[in-house]
């Protein structure tokens, strides 16, 4: 069973991109609410270009999107990729536990003669 976004170069820029645990909690505050990048800038211990270069990231994979408020770049969340991101991930849960549950099944189930190899 192959689990994949719609478009499985998306769901590998998504994955990427929240990868690095920077770009994890720009992703939470901005689902929270919209910030600018200067203010994003301003609560990591880096440059602005580096902040910037992690939303440009972000906005390649889909999860933020920016926009012009007076002379600010507000950057906000997208709350469908997180989803999409978040369907894929409960399918690979479902394939997993499923597989868990049959290796279950398997070492749970009494041994007959004919399964431990005996042919008396």
Do not use: N
């Not at 469908?80 to 749970?108: F, K, P, S």
């Amino acid at each position: 069973m192959v689990v994949e976004l719609k478009d499985g170069d998306r769901a590998d820029q998504v994955f990427h991109a929240l990868a690095d645990v920077t770009r994890r909690d720009i992703v939470a505050l901005v689902l929270q609410e919209e910030h600018c990048v200067s203010d994003l800038a301003g609560r990591y211990p880096m440059s602005f270009a580096a902040v910037q270069k992690h939303v440009v990231v972000l906005e390649r994979a889909g999860l933020v999107s920016k926009h012009q408020h007076g002379r600010e770049q507000r950057v906000r969340g997208e709350v469908a990729t997180v989803r999409e991101a978040h369907r894929l991930l409960d399918q690979i849960e479902a394939l997993w536990r499923g597989r868990l549950d049959r290796i279950e099944d398997l070492v749970m189930s009494p041994r007959t003669p004919d399964s431990k190899g005996d042919k008396s």
